[in-house]
């Protein structure tokens, strides 16, 4: 009997859940909508198939939301499976910390203040490759993350993509 009304207890909270949340905003104002992750991750696959062409090198591209969330993300044919986590963490670190991972990298060398950021939130990548996502108001809306080439060719097809929100 006290299972029964376990299930039914659950069973009403998962039905009833949706009322609780019903009417309110759920995403952070100005956040990266979907439209403008899926806008971005198609400029930046484009610039990144172009350069793969040049290089042989597929990418790992990685958008996230202001909240530093995985939005959208894409893999070429025949990228490398590890660049997969490479690309989102950049994406992720530039977000967490508001800067480009070039940037965090340089403050993080060793005598540095920054020196061992990587270890933090669960890993975090400090080199080239993460790039903000700024809107035409100067609003943080997400992060890209590109992972695959060098890490002047990740951060040089990361910044194309970023380049649509602006427009530049």
């Known amino acids: 009997m006290r299972g029964i009304k376990s299930v039914a207890l659950l069973c009403t909270l998962a039905l009833g859940a949706p009322a609780f949340s019903a009417g309110l ?11 403008q992750a899926q806008a971005v991750v198609q400029a930046v696959v484009q610039a990144s198939m172009k350069k793969a062409r040049e290089i042989k090198m597929p990418m790992n ?3 996230m939301d202001a909240g530093g969330n995985l939005k959208a993300f ?4 025949d990228a490398f499976i590890g660049s997969i986590d490479i690309a989102q963490k950049k994406a992720k670190t530039a977000r967490y910390f508001n800067m480009p991972t070039r940037d965090l990298g340089k403050a993080s060398q060793p005598g540095g203040e920054l020196y061992g950021i990587e270890v933090t939130n669960d890993g975090l990548v400090i080199f080239p490759g993460g790039v903000l996502l700024v809107d035409k108001n100067g ?6 993350g590109v992972s695959g080439g060098s890490v ?11 380049a649509v929100l602006t427009g530049r």
Request: no cysteine.
């Open 25 to 35: 905003t759920k995403t952070l104002p100005g956040d990266l909508t979907t439209a």
């Open 61 to 63: 591209i990685a958008v």
């Open 74 to 77: 894409a893999r070429m044919d």
């Open 139 to 144: 609003v943080i809306v997400g992060s890209v």
């Open 152 to 162: 002047d060719e990740d951060e040089s097809v990361a910044k194309a993509g970023a």
